[in-house]
């Protein structure tokens, strides 16, 4: 229905339907990126509960990119509250806002079932952010959390602190996006700090914010510390758009030659990493086994760095078949990069 968008009057009719015939079978809901709003939302939160005869078998629903607000959104979470079945919920893009995100930190206080929430790109405060944080310090059922994109404005990094403490202390989480949340290097030296007592986060997105050499550092000593001591199994680490430089991309590239370093994924693209910062990568990348993925485009390559990946293309890179998102290649004995 890629040109046909659902609005509110046709979602109600179909939660009608479905709760008339009782489609007991039903476990998967999408309706990204239609015309819903708080109406159509009261509608389908209909399906979360006990309705007479039809008992709700749905695990995963799908809402991103419509029109759902704090209203709406209160409704979906009064009765997710208790739901045991949903262990998928998407509401990435939806204006729910500050009062949208209390309400779903109040019902993440008590359901203990869900797994996977994104709630990206929907206008969270930091008021919001901070009780999302305190909530997830004791929930155990989450294992994916997307909160990237809030409206934060405080330079204060409040959320972050939040954030970090709630890392050192949360059981169950394997995957968080913070991207955009304008943690700088006080907030990243604070959450690899707190990282070292987490032993079950493995992706973390840090994407587009604003850390810098000291933040990078702290990153890439976390790196080498999570496979010395045990004391955190992070196997990707995001940290595009950010503005590590040359010392930061120093620090990455001895955490790469390290033996202990266990990470498997490292996206540094955009950091502004000149020749020198990212030749000192490649250095790192010699005698490095474990990283199956790497991400540098972005930075400002030269002959130098084009050269000593062009010998890892043509040598260990090939042989531990690297997903990389450049190759380099020579023209008229100049060596040239291009984007994968």
């Known amino acids: 229905m890629f040109t046909t968008r659902l609005d509110d009057v046709e979602v109600i009719a179909i939660v009608q339907t479905i709760l008339s015939i009782g489609l007991k079978n039903l476990e998967h809901l999408d309706l990204r990126y239609h015309k819903i709003s708080d109406a159509g939302a009261t509608a389908i939160s209909l399906l979360f509960q006990d309705a007479g005869d039809y008992t709700c078998a749905l695990k995963s629903i799908y809402l991103q990119g419509n029109d759902i607000t704090e209203s709406g959104c209160a409704k979906i979470c009064m009765n997710l509250t208790y739901n045991s079945s949903i262990v998928d919920v998407n509401l990435n893009g939806n204006p729910l806002g500050n009062e949208g995100g209390m309400a779903l930190a109040q019902m993440l206080s008590k359901n203990n079932t869900l797994q996977k929430l994104d709630i990206g790109n929907t206008e969270l405060g930091t008021e919001s952010v901070v009780a999302l944080a305190t909530v997830m310090k004791t929930n155990t059922s989450i294992t994916h959390l997307n909160m990237e994109n809030p409206r934060l404005y405080s330079l204060q990094e409040e959320s972050t602190v939040q954030i970090c403490k709630m890392l050192q202390v949360n059981s169950s989480l394997r995957e968080l996006n913070i991207a955009k949340h304008c943690i700088r290097d006080y907030g990243a030296r604070i959450l690899a700090q707190n990282l070292l007592d987490n032993v079950t986060l493995q992706v973390l997105n840090l994407r587009c914010n604003d850390i810098g050499i000291g933040g990078g550092e702290a990153l890439a000593a976390l790196l080498i510390k999570s496979g010395g001591s045990g004391n955190t199994s992070l196997v990707e680490l995001n940290l595009a758009s950010n503005r590590i430089s040359n010392d930061g991309a120093f620090a990455f590239g001895a955490a790469l030659r390290h033996p202990d370093t266990q990470i498997g994924r490292l996206d540094l693209s955009k950091n502004s990493i000149e020749d020198e910062g990212l030749v000192a990568v490649a250095r790192g990348m010699e005698d490095n086994q474990l990283l199956a993925q790497l991400r540098l485009w972005g930075n400002k ?33 100049d060596y040239h990069i291009a984007q994968v």
């Open 301 to 333: 390559f030269d002959q130098p760095s084009m050269r000593c990946f062009h010998d890892l293309f043509d040598g260990r890179f090939k042989y531990l078949d690297l997903d990389c998102d450049f190759k380099t290649y020579i023209v008229d004995g």
